[in-house]
């Protein structure tokens, strides 16, 4: 069964820090893998993606995220936060999205922002 | 831009009470979901539908049941609604064979009393 693990429920970084947010994966095959962003009282905003090709991929806002095949790995990253950056994240894992498969969610992590 | 919507941001009800949340996408995606999400637990599916009148359970379909007699809309169903049901509902659309990736809605806070 295919499964997500977010390691930190609460990260704090201070404005201006760098950031990386962590997630390992479990899937069978190939994965196709997610990182969603969540603001306070609001839906799911997908920040990056990562099908195949070039594992380091790019999203919005300033995010990036490195797929490591042999650490089941997809980290978020991110050289410099903002205040705005504060959320919850989460990331997912899930196949081709041509059948049954849906997306299995990690439990997520809240980001704390400091001045 | 995929837009999906859900008809209410806020809702209270009564315990035993028939819920009705209704989502509605623009997109012509075939596949559509519900979603609840739980602080600690992530989100969780409760039910999918392929298609037009297709439907499937996903992990947590107890107390629920779904409706989608129109490719745009889906609607979750609470039959009879417990406090356990207290939760942030979230509803999402995908192209079939695309990619897997879900556009979602802005959630409905509902809350049992």
């Known amino acids: 069964a295919q499964s997500v693990t977010q390691p930190d429920i609460h990260i704090t970084v201070s404005e201006g820090a760098s950031l990386e947010l962590r997630c390992n994966y479990s899937?069978?095959?190939?994965?196709?893998l997610f990182w969603y962003v969540q603001s306070p009282g609001q839906g799911l905003q997908l920040l990056l993606k990562y099908f195949s090709g070039d594992t380091l991929v790019q999203g919005i806002k300033g995010f990036e995220a490195e797929f490591k095949r042999s650490q089941s790995s997809f980290n978020l990253r991110k050289p410099s936060v903002h205040w705005s950056d504060a959320a919850e994240y989460f990331c997912?894992?899930?196949?081709?999205?041509?059948?049954?498969?849906?997306?299995?969610f990690g439990k997520g992590t809240h980001l704390i922002i400091q001045p | 831009d995929v837009k999906v919507t859900q008809s209410s941001r806020y809702l209270v009800k009564r315990t035993g009470e028939k819920v009705f949340l209704e989502c509605v996408q623009d997109m012509d995606h075939e596949n559509m979901f519900w979603y609840r999400q739980d602080p600690g637990l992530g989100l969780r599916l409760i039910y999918f539908s392929y298609d037009v009148k297709m439907k499937e359970k996903g992990d947590i379909p107890e107390g629920y049941s779904v409706s989608r007699e129109k490719k745009e809309r889906f609607s979750l169903i609470l039959e009879s609604a417990s406090t356990n049901q207290t939760s942030m509902y979230l509803c999402?659309?995908?192209?079939?064979?695309?990619?897997?990736?879900?556009?979602f809605g802005p959630g409905t806070r509902l809350t049992v009393l």
């Open positions: 999402a659309s995908r192209r079939r064979q695309v990619n897997n990736e879900q556009f």
């Open positions: 899937y069978g095959a190939t994965p196709y």
């Open positions: 997912a894992v899930g196949g081709a999205g041509g059948g049954a498969d849906g997306l299995t």
